[in-house]
């Protein structure tokens, strides 16, 4: 911008080489993959691990995502070296589909009472005959009501194909 000394005499810098090399800040990055769950193909700041989670979910089991389940990976591995933000898409196959699971509402005072599941002692059962679920109380569930099997993300729903018997506390699932 010129600078004005006098009507019709004025100073005015030009320049003439290039500025040096500025340092920019590497503890901003952008990563996309496939999550568990989070908003689809929308860049979302995220500034820790416990964040990540909270809006996309854990690990993945390798059963689900044979090969695209490394972000959750990277995302800790950014953190655990001193990145400080990183900007997270998630992005789906364009063969994927919704999902067709029933959700569960977590629990609140208008909530049905829940009964915690657990599975049968480790070496118990066979590959073909795996081992029953016991129910912990002495009454059990009735047929058709959901149980929540596991904890966190791994949890999964099955449903009682018959009533429990009092003596046994068995109840088989499908």
Do not use: C
């Not at 049905?112 to 029953?132: D, I, M, Q």
């Not at 009682?160 to 046994?168: D, F, I, P, R």
């Amino acid at each position: 911008m010129p600078e004005y000394l006098a009507p019709g005499v004025y100073v005015e810098e030009v320049d003439t080489g290039s500025k040096p090399i500025e340092g920019v800040s590497t503890s901003t990055a952008a990563m996309v993959g496939v999550t568990e769950r989070g908003p689809v193909d929308v860049p979302v700041l995220i500034t820790g691990v416990g964040e990540f989670v909270r809006w996309f979910g854990g690990l993945l089991r390798t059963s689900d995502y044979l090969e695209h389940r490394f972000l959750p990976h990277a995302v800790e591995g950014f953190f655990t070296n001193g990145g400080k933000r990183v900007f997270i898409t998630r992005v789906l196959d364009r063969a994927a589909s919704k999902a067709a699971s029933p959700l569960f509402d977590r629990g609140d005072a208008t909530s049905v009472a829940s009964t915690l599941v657990r599975p049968a002692g480790e070496g118990t059962g066979t590959g073909a005959s795996p081992p029953v679920l016991v129910i912990l109380p002495v009454t059990g569930p009735n047929a058709s009501d959901w149980l929540r099997i596991g904890d966190g993300s791994t949890a999964e729903y099955r449903q009682a194909t018959g009533a429990s018997v009092a003596e046994t506390v068995v109840v088989p699932v499908h």
